[in-house]
């Protein structure tokens, strides 16, 4: 893996993955893309990551392919931009600070969550180039805020702030900048603090049957959340013998 480029570190449950060209934006050429895809697997294959964090800088996230160097990218199987294409066993979130544009928005629209500090923005800036959506921002971007939304991104591509982000529902919270990595690293260790077997389920059948029809999605859930009954039994017996009442443990919510 190329650390000049893509650096990866284990904070607690969580492998954050920071792209490092300051210089370019964190905009990613053709061996960025390799590092990327090095980390992915990296992760995949580190048992005690049980989430993924990916991350930029101050002023950007990521600004997407670096258009000074296009002739490095290719269209590999796993994605232009080395992991767009595939899909992450466990969660991912994207920790957004500043410009997070074209496919450095295709980047962050691949993880599960995002997370945006209060001055980033985001926008498929690619329009006045000419340069495709090949990294997943046709398909994921309707997915997430609707296709009305997702096609006023794509034909206008103008900019979108974190509040506005917020409200189209594009990132799952808004927080000062300096907390957007902190945030996703608490996100991060709430989630492994999950019982694993039934929350990497129940992703997958939320991923996997999104478009799907609602009777093939039903069956989709049964057979994933029924693979983990043993888990929901125990949890529930658990709860039986007094642990959890009145919402305790329940992220946002004040215990009576």
């Known amino acids: 893996?190329?650390?000049?480029?893509?650096?990866?570190?284990?904070?607690?449950?969580?492998?954050?993955?920071?792209?490092?060209?300051p210089e370019r934006r964190n905009a990613v050429d053709g061996p960025t893309a390799d590092a990327l895809h090095a980390a992915f697997e990296r992760?995949?294959?580190d048992e005690g990551a049980r989430v993924l964090v990916l991350a930029?800088?101050?002023?950007?996230?990521?600004?997407?392919?670096?258009?000074?160097?296009?002739?490095?990218?290719?269209?590999?199987?796993?994605?232009?931009?080395?992991?767009?294409?595939?899909?992450?066993?466990?969660?991912?979130?994207?920790?957004?600070?500043?410009?997070?544009?074209?496919?450095?928005?295709?980047?962050?629209?691949?993880?599960?969550?995002?997370?945006a500090g209060e001055t980033a923005v985001f926008?498929?800036?690619?329009?006045?180039?000419g340069v495709p959506l090949v990294d997943g921002g046709t398909q994921r971007l309707p997915r997430v805020v609707g296709l009305g939304r997702a096609l006023e991104m794509i034909l206008l591509?103008?900019?979108?702030?974190?509040?506005?982000?917020?409200?189209?529902?594009l990132v799952n919270a808004v927080v000062p900048d300096d907390r957007a990595l902190a945030t996703a690293l608490e996100w991060a260790e709430l989630i492994a603090s999950f019982p694993q077997e039934t929350m990497l389920a129940d992703r997958e059948a939320a991923i996997r049957g999104c478009g799907l029809p609602l009777d093939e999605g039903l069956a989709l859930e049964r057979r994933l959340g029924g693979a983990t009954v043993a888990v929901g039994r125990a949890g529930a017996a658990r709860f039986a013998a007094g642990q959890g009442r009145g919402g305790t443990g329940v992220p946002g919510i004040e215990t009576r």
């Open 56 to 115: 930029g800088d101050a002023t950007a996230f990521c600004a997407g392919a670096d258009l000074k160097a296009m002739e490095t990218l290719r269209d590999r199987d796993e994605g232009p931009l080395g992991i767009t294409r595939l899909h992450a066993p466990k969660p991912t979130i994207a920790a957004v600070t500043g410009f997070c544009v074209a496919g450095g928005l295709e980047l962050a629209l691949w993880c599960d969550l995002r997370v």
């Open 1 to 21: 893996m190329s650390e000049d480029r893509i650096a990866y570190e284990r904070r607690g449950a969580a492998a954050l993955l920071r792209i490092t060209r």
């Open 43 to 45: 992760f995949v294959a």
């Open 123 to 129: 926008g498929c800036f690619e329009r006045r180039w």
């Open 157 to 169: 591509g103008r900019a979108v702030g974190a509040r506005e982000a917020l409200g189209f529902g």
